[in-house]
Each structure stands twice: as structure tokens, then as C-alpha cells.
């Protein structure tokens, strides 16, 4: 069973901190990665993608990805109320978009 | 206003009684799938479809059915409901280049169905 973990949290930040969200993967082969995002009572929404080892920025949002350790992180920078949401971390497996259980994130103002 | 369509967004049923969860999507987009959201579990994904009259299981599959007659079209059956059905229901789409090994991954959700079964 390939498997997508991700701590549930919630975690909780101050205003204007680094958020970091992790998620571990277990199928070796894996290619393709994603974060999700989904505010409480709606459906989740794309934010970010990564395929190569490495960061890639986008704006505030910073997605590493370590195919050897296999994880992939999600940092947020300057995080603000507005980013109190789930976040939902994907594994493209052929097809198949597998997703970890989500991280709650809470914002403190 | 390129939408995926969920109905009904919230049913209340008994055991048993079959249902249709209806989905439809105006994207013209060839990939489809289900996925049912529970506390602490995560979207996991029930069937999906990558173009008309093919479908494949997800990793949880069992006690639905689906059907790929039209591109738009891809509703889930629940033959015979049970109470550990009770969850929410999402559909989604996309382009097979989205969710292709190298593709954004970015699928179109609807808005959730919330099922009960009693």
C-alpha cells in the first residue's frame, strides 16, 4: 500500500512566523508531488507542484522536496490569518493522486 | 464558468437505499474521479476515470460503483448504502496532461456532497 503521511497537527504559528509542513512518502518511484490547499467547508485547491530535488519559490510559499529522504516540505513565509487552512500534500502514482490526511494550520493574529 | 457540478451537496438516507451522486463537468476534461474525505483520513480516492467507458478502482472502492458513458459525466452509485458510507464526497477533473507523470497535478473539485447514512 502506498502510503502519504502527514503530521494531522493542528499546528499553530504566530502572525509574520515560518510555517513548515512536512510529508513523507513511501513509494520510492514517485515523480511527481503537490500541495493542496482547502479552507474549512470548501474543496482543496492546487498551490503549489515539484518534481526536481530541491526548493522552488512561489511567493510566500516555498515547496523542498529530498527524493532520497523522501519527503516533501511545504514553507510558508509571513504567514498571515488568511492561510489558516488544511493542507493536503498529493503523490502522483500513474494516474492516481494520492493524498496524505492534511496538516490543520492555525494563524495566530 | 468552467465548473465541475456535484448533486446533491448534502443527503440524509437510510441503509440500503440505493443512491446516485451525480457529477458533471463543462472543462471537456478527459480525467474524472471520486474521492470521499473522513476526519483524519485524508482524500482517498474511490475510482477515477482517465476517458469515456474506462475506469479504474482507487483505494477504496468497495460499495460503489461508477459509469463512463459521456465525457462530462461521472456519477457514483451506492447500490447498497451503509453507515460507514456516511462521509463527504468529492469529484474532480482534469486534463490527462495535468495529472500525467509530469503534469501540475491540478485537479478541479466540486463543491462536496455530505452523505448520511442512517
Known amino acids: 500500500q502506498k502510503e502519504v503521511e502527514q503530521n494531522s497537527g493542528p499546528l499553530s504559528v504566530p502572525e509574520g512566523a515560518i510555517a513548515s509542513l512536512n510529508c513523507t512518502y513511501s513509494d520510492r518511484g514517485s515523480q511527481s508531488f503537490f500541495w493542496y490547499r482547502q479552507y474549512s467547508g470548501k474543496s482543496p485547491e492546487l498551490i503549489m507542484f515539484i518534481y526536481s530535488n530541491g526548493d522552488k519559490e512561489d511567493g510566500r510559499f516555498t515547496a523542498q522536496l529530498n527524493k532520497a529522504s523522501q519527503y516533501v516540505s511545504l514553507l510558508i513565509r509571513d504567514s498571515q490569518p488568511s492561510d489558516s487552512a488544511t493542507y493536503l500534500c498529493a503523490v502522483n502514482e500513474g494516474g492516481k493522486l494520492i493524498f496524505g490526511q492534511g496538516t490543520e494550520l492555525s494563524v495566530k493574529p | 464558468e468552467a465548473q465541475v457540478t456535484q448533486n446533491p451537496r448534502y443527503l440524509i438516507t437510510v441503509t440500503g437505499k440505493k443512491l446516485t451522486v451525480t457529477c458533471s463537468q463543462n472543462m471537456n476534461h478527459e480525467y474524472m474521479s471520486w474521492y470521499r474525505q473522513d476526519p483524519g483520513l485524508g482524500l482517498r480516492q474511490i475510482y477515477y476515470s482517465m476517458n469515456v467507458e474506462v475506469t479504474d478502482k482507487g483505494d477504496v472502492p468497495e460499495g460503489y460503483k461508477v459509469s463512463r458513458k459521456e465525457k462530462r459525466n461521472f456519477p457514483l452509485i451506492l447500490e447498497s448504502p451503509s453507515p460507514n458510507q456516511t462521509s463527504l464526497y468529492f469529484c474532480?477533473?482534469?486534463?490527462?496532461?495535468?495529472?500525467?507523470?509530469?503534469?501540475?497535478?491540478?485537479?478541479?473539485f466540486g463543491e462536496g456532497s455530505r452523505l448520511t447514512v442512517l
Open positions: 474532480a477533473s482534469s486534463s490527462r496532461v495535468r495529472v500525467g507523470i509530469r503534469g501540475t497535478g491540478e485537479l478541479f
